[in-house]
């Protein structure tokens, strides 16, 4: 059972960037998926959140109209597209799953973590 997030790189601002999180050893279609994000010293700050019925969740409100969160359970794959990326977007990405709506996707509700992946936006 493994969650892979990968799409993380380096751009400039106003740049964009498509991350991935694809599950291996178990179907991603029964679990809500949700991307975090964390910066050295700060907690994990919930971005987005998709249900296993394709629901999403509040966007945090720092990247409402510039990120969009899609599932493809066909690929067993879940997908952030980020746009307009702004330097205070820089930090570590993790996908993680929990049998959840996404009405609520606190960090601890989830048990089962993707390695992260680095996204860092500068000029």
């Known amino acids: 059972v493994q969650l892979q997030a990968s799409g993380g790189g380096s751009v400039q601002p106003g740049g964009s960037l498509r991350l991935s999180c694809a599950a291996s050893?178990?179907?991603?279609?029964?679990?809500?998926v949700a991307w975090f994000r964390q910066v050295s010293g700060k907690e994990r700050e919930g971005v987005s959140c998709?249900?296993?019925?394709?629901?999403?969740?509040d966007y945090a409100d720092s990247v409402k109209g510039r990120f969009t969160i899609s599932r493809d359970n066909a690929r067993n794959a879940v997908y952030l597209q980020m746009n307009s990326l702004k330097p205070e977007d820089t930090g570590t990405y993790y996908c993680?799953?929990?049998?959840?709506?996404?009405?609520?996707?606190?960090?601890?509700?989830?048990?089962?973590w993707g390695q992260g992946t680095q996204v860092t936006v500068s000029s």
């Open positions: 998709i249900s296993d019925r394709g629901v999403i969740g």
């Open positions: 050893g178990f179907l991603l279609d029964y679990y809500a």
């Open positions: 993680a799953v929990a049998a959840i709506d996404c009405s609520d996707y606190g960090p601890g509700l989830f048990s089962a």
